[in-house]
Nanobody, 122 residues
Framework: QVQLVESGGGLVQPGGSLRLSCVAS????????MYWVRQAPGKELEFVSI???????EYVDSVKGRFSISRDNAKNSVFLQMSSLKPEDTARYYC????????????????RGQGTEVTVSS
């Protein structure tokens, strides 16, 4: 049974930073492509970032240069460091595995956690 537990969300002012964490069980984070995805109210689930088995990373264009994904194999965890946050980053963020991009950035995932809410507002 795959379990993904996210934390670290909150309310932050534009330009601020947050670090999201995801603790995994039932899988090891260095044996799967690990995703961060997000869903804003009234919008579809969208791809944010991925870290692949060899550690190479990808990002949706809207967050490039501002977000950074990483993992800690010893803690079986994945992280998303978010900087220079904008109001349009407001969404519920999920850690996920076994995902497929349909039409970028729309994505579907077999497994994701309960999510953590990020609100960017002054």
């Amino acid at each position: 049974q795959v379990q993904l537990v996210e934390s670290g969300g909150g309310l932050v002012q534009p330009g601020g930073s947050l670090r999201l964490s995801c603790v995994a069980s039932g899988i090891t984070v260095n044996s799967k492509w690990m995703y961060w995805v997000r869903q804003a109210p009234g919008k579809e689930l969208e791809f944010v970032s991925i870290i692949k088995l060899a550690g190479n990373t990808e990002y949706v264009d809207s967050v490039k240069g501002r977000f950074s994904i990483s993992r800690d194999n010893a803690k079986n965890s994945v992280f998303l460091q978010m900087s220079s946050l904008k109001p349009e980053d407001t969404a519920r963020y999920y850690c996920a595995v076994d995902c497929r991009v349909t039409t970028m950035p729309a994505i579907t995932c077999v497994w994701r956690g309960q999510g953590t809410e990020v609100t960017v507002s002054s």
